[in-house]
């Protein structure tokens, strides 16, 4: 809203009160005064508000009063100080957006947090409900239909990954932690774009990754690559998206748990007479090794061997126990993720995608700086999974372009450039 769009406002508010049948409209209720804050100045208008009368049948009868100027203006922030609400409260604390804006812009009234939250949440509202409806598969044609279909530009890489936040229970003031579930897909030409929900809440999550996957070109020709860490909620989010899709266990997830095991085999004292290449940190080197190369069957067997020699310890002590059991822990993750481990060497050699550190990039850039570190604040479900639909549209840079959308300018109002 700018300064030349007053007259144009009150003009169409005189022209609707004209049109008010004094027979529908009995009386005026209450003198009211209607606040409109802009980037500049704060604007205060009369909003008188009326109700029908009981003798006429009209619509707007059961709603018993009526506003015109708030029919006229249902937000009382304009779209500028709304985008810029939206985005530096995506970047930082609510707090330190309200310091922000009183120090930056010349506002006559003070934005306090409280509405500042309120206005990035209809944000966030509004982002929602343009998605789309959640289905069960996205796969779209037949085989016929696919030939038909232009060449892509390239395959698409989409790595998954999790991260938590502190939370707090509404009902009995209890504080935890819940799931956050990101992802970023990246292009064959480096493109790259990001989204996130809270995992407990969103009813939408393959329909929201769908969208992204779309937004980056998706044919259902295109070859496409999911990077995770073999999660139940990560695999059911994959399925059923592309026919041309494969899924990949993630390296990186797998050799932090190999690393985790190596850290536990140096608290274990190996006995005098034992070989060099029969000691459990050996036996783990092999297990990297056999599944660098894809060989599943033989990590399996020392897996076995391994857990064998464990429990035959006489009197185990702690460090065998803890050991033993992360183990037993790998050899499950292992079994029921083995149809999605692929050989990694040879996909490295190809230039293939192989980990997910990009998604581990994308927790740190959707989670830890605004809901993590040095932030204090603890979110309900809806409030982290609102504002992580605003931040995701800032990290991808379509907050300006969803505006633009929303609320399109007079032509009047566009630069000579744009009315070429």
């Given at each position: 809203?700018?300064?030349?769009?007053?007259?144009?406002?009150?003009?169409?508010?005189?022209?609707?009160?004209?049109?008010?049948?004094?027979?529908?409209?009995?009386?005026?209720?209450?003198?009211?005064?209607?606040?409109?804050?802009?980037?500049?100045?704060?604007?205060?208008?009369?909003?008188?508000?009326?109700?029908?009368?009981?003798?006429?049948?009209?619509?707007?009868?059961?709603?018993?009063?009526?506003?015109?100027?708030?029919?006229?203006?249902?937000?009382?922030?304009?779209p500028e100080l709304r985008y810029l609400e939206?985005?530096?409260?995506?970047?930082?604390?609510?707090?330190?957006?309200?310091?922000?804006?009183?120090?930056?812009?010349?506002?006559?009234?003070?934005?306090?947090?409280?509405?500042?939250?309120?206005?990035?949440?209809?944000?966030?509202?509004?982002?929602?409900?343009?998605?789309?409806?959640?289905?069960?598969?996205?796969?779209?044609?037949?085989?016929?239909?696919?030939?038909?279909?232009?060449?892509?530009?390239?395959?698409?890489?989409?790595?998954?990954?999790?991260?938590?936040?502190?939370?707090?229970?509404?009902?009995?003031?209890?504080?935890?932690?819940?799931?956050?579930?990101?992802?970023?897909?990246?292009?064959?030409?480096?493109?790259?774009?990001?989204?996130?929900?809270?995992?407990?809440?969103?009813?939408?999550?393959?329909?929201?990754?769908?969208?992204?996957?779309?937004?980056?070109?998706?044919?259902?020709?295109?070859?496409?690559?999911?990077?995770?860490?073999?999660?139940?909620?990560?695999?059911?989010?994959?399925?059923?998206?592309?026919?041309?899709?494969?899924?990949?266990?993630?390296?990186?997830?797998?050799?932090?748990?190999?690393?985790?095991?190596?850290?536990?085999?140096?608290?274990?004292?190996?006995?005098?007479?034992?070989?060099?290449?029969?000691?459990?940190?050996?036996?783990?080197?092999?297990?990297?090794?056999?599944?660098?190369?894809?060989?599943?069957?033989?990590?399996?067997?020392?897996?076995?061997?391994?857990?064998?020699?464990?429990?035959?310890?006489?009197q185990p002590a702690e460090p065998v126990k803890?050991?033993?059991?992360?183990?037993?822990?790998?050899?499950?993750?292992?079994?029921?993720?083995?149809?999605?481990?692929?050989?990694?060497?040879?996909?490295?050699?190809?230039?293939?995608?192989?980990?997910?550190?990009?998604?581990?990039?994308?927790?740190?850039?959707?989670?830890?700086?605004?809901?993590?570190?040095?932030?204090?604040?603890?979110?309900?479900?809806?409030?982290?999974?609102?504002?992580?639909?605003?931040?995701?549209?800032?990290?991808?840079?379509?907050?300006?372009?969803?505006?633009?959308?929303?609320?399109?300018?007079?032509?009047?109002?566009?630069?000579?450039?744009?009315?070429?």
């Open positions: 809203m700018s300064a030349n769009t007053q007259p144009g406002v009150v003009y169409q508010l005189r022209v609707v009160l004209r049109q008010i049948s004094p027979l529908i409209w009995r009386r005026l209720l209450v003198a009211e005064t209607s606040t409109i804050t802009d980037l500049h100045y704060t604007l205060h208008l009369p909003s008188p508000r009326y109700y029908t009368c009981r003798c006429q049948d009209h619509q707007l009868e059961q709603k018993g009063s009526w506003s015109p100027l708030a029919v006229l203006l249902p937000e009382r922030t304009a939206a985005k530096w409260a995506s970047l930082m604390s609510y707090g330190l957006t309200v310091a922000h804006l009183a120090e930056v812009l010349p506002l006559k009234a003070t934005v306090n947090t409280t509405s500042l939250r309120r206005h990035v949440q209809q944000v966030a509202e509004r982002l929602e409900g343009a998605l789309g409806e959640e289905q069960w598969a996205f796969v779209d044609g037949c085989l016929r239909d696919w030939d038909a279909l232009p060449r892509p530009d390239g395959p698409l890489s989409v790595g998954l990954d999790g991260g938590y936040v502190h939370g707090r229970d509404e009902q009995q003031g209890k504080a935890g932690r819940f799931e956050v579930i990101v992802g970023k897909s990246m292009a064959s030409d480096g493109a790259a774009k990001c989204f996130g929900f809270a995992q407990a809440y969103d009813q939408k999550p393959k329909r929201r990754l769908f969208e992204v996957l779309k937004a980056q070109g998706l044919q259902m020709n295109q070859a496409i690559t999911f990077l995770s860490d073999g999660g139940d909620t990560m695999r059911e989010l994959q399925l059923y998206l592309a026919p041309e899709s494969e899924h990949i266990l993630d390296w990186f997830h797998v050799t932090m748990r190999i690393t985790m095991m190596q850290q536990l085999a140096k608290g274990i004292v190996k006995p005098a007479d034992m070989p060099e290449q029969r000691t459990v940190a050996a036996q783990l080197e092999r297990i990297k090794w056999y599944l660098w190369h894809g060989n599943v069957f033989r990590v399996l067997q020392v897996i076995e061997t391994l857990e064998r020699a464990l429990d035959d310890t006489e803890k050991l033993a059991k992360a183990m037993q822990e790998f050899r499950r993750y292992i079994e029921s993720n083995q149809a999605f481990i692929p050989n990694y060497g040879e996909r490295y050699r190809y230039g293939e995608a192989i980990s997910s550190a990009m998604a581990e990039s994308t927790v740190n850039q959707l989670i830890s700086k605004r809901f993590e570190k040095k932030q204090q604040m603890r979110w309900t479900k809806r409030g982290a999974h609102l504002q992580e639909q605003v931040r995701t549209q800032v990290c991808n840079g379509d907050l300006r372009a969803t505006f633009e959308q929303w609320y399109p300018q007079p032509r009047s109002d566009r630069p000579a450039s744009a009315r070429r």
